[in-house]
């Protein structure tokens, strides 16, 4: 069973535009919804991350928008450029101590067309 | 943010033989490790959850003989992988939370990929 649901596969977008990136999860235990951003070869960075006390937080051009009702979050990159090409993960976790595991989505592959 | 270095970056072995990969945390301590591989164009699996100074935990359908881990201080945690055969080949990514931070935010290594020829 799969406890965190991205979507879309794949997405492009022309530069200046904004992506839009979703995410459902299961598990209403989850408390911690982070976004990383990987490029090829390298490993994952975090980009921003939410819990469910707040239903948005910005960190410059990245938004996340929370929904606990409907268990989706999403991320919006604002002005997209194409050095945002990546593939990004939503994750999910239970903030129960350091030694919380994060479950992640399968991906998602961003492409910025110049 | 916090800083996790792995090596080596890229390693190509033979068949049959061990290969050992390190996760270090260079700027804080960590209690505790994580150990992932990741497929081409996949998402990250996590293999196991490796603590300071005890057993490291391994997730359902990782052989434990096999990817073998040892945390033996705070900042070092090793994988290694023992009698490698093609199917071992994988990007393999270490992440550590720094001790008594329960933020939640995972620092993640820049990977290791292994080649088993």
């Known amino acids: 069973q799969q406890q965190v649901k991205q979507s879309p596969q794949s997405l492009i977008v022309q530069k200046g535009g904004i992506s839009i990136i979703n995410c459902a999860y299961e598990n209403t235990a989850f408390d911690y919804f982070p976004w990383y951003q990987q490029f090829p070869g390298k490993g994952p960075a975090l980009l921003i991350a939410?819990?469910?006390?707040?239903s948005e937080k910005k960190e410059g051009r990245f938004t996340i928008s929370f929904n606990k009702s409907a268990k989706q979050f999403s991320l919006h990159i604002m002005d997209s450029q194409p050095g945002d090409s990546a593939t990004y993960f939503c994750?999910?976790?239970?903030?129960?101590?350091?030694?919380?595991?994060?479950?992640f989505g399968k991906g998602i592959t961003l492409s910025v067309r110049p | 943010g916090a800083v996790v270095s792995q090596h080596p970056s890229w390693v190509i072995c033979k068949s049959g033989t061990s290969v050992k990969i390190e996760c270090r945390s260079l700027?804080?301590?960590?209690?505790?490790m994580f150990w992932y591989r990741q497929f081409p164009k996949q998402s990250l699996m996590l293999m196991a959850t490796?603590?300071?100074?005890?057993?490291?935990?391994?997730e359902q359908g990782v052989e434990k003989d096999k990817f073998l881990i040892n945390h033996a201080s705070l900042t070092l945690s090793t994988l290694t992988v023992t009698s490698a055969h093609p199917e071992d080949s994988s990007f393999y990514i270490c992440?550590?939370?720094?001790?008594?931070?329960?933020?939640?935010?995972?620092?993640f290594g820049e990977g290791s990929r292994l080649t088993v020829l």
């Open positions: 992440s550590a939370r720094a001790e008594l931070d329960w933020s939640g935010e995972l620092f």
């Open positions: 939410i819990r469910p006390d707040v």
């Open positions: 490796s603590n300071e100074g005890s057993k490291a935990t391994y």
């Open positions: 994750a999910a976790s239970i903030e129960t101590g350091a030694n919380s595991k994060l479950t």
């Open positions: 700027d804080f301590q960590a209690t505790t």
